[in-house]
């Protein structure tokens, strides 16, 4: 269920969870790896997880 919700999602927002909460990586390593800032990442992993939630079946 989860994979088909993240397939449902901007792609980029998928991104920044698959990299935070699935590979487990820290927010330094996922902001590089996008090529944005941390604080930048920060609300990127917010407005994804906000879209997620939208998207999951409850």
């Known amino acids: ?3 088909l919700s993240l397939s449902r999602m ?3 927002y998928a991104t920044a969870l ?3 909460l699935i ?3 820290d927010r330094e390593e996922c ?3 996008l090529g944005i800032k941390v604080g930048t990442f920060d609300v990127l992993l917010h407005r ?3 879209a997620f939630k939208k998207v999951y079946p409850p």
């Open 1 to 3: 269920m989860v994979d």
């Open 10 to 12: 901007n792609e980029r």
């Open 18 to 20: 698959r990299l935070r």
């Open 23 to 25: 590979e487990d990586r």
């Open 31 to 33: 902001a590089a790896l």
């Open 48 to 50: 994804a997880c906000k």
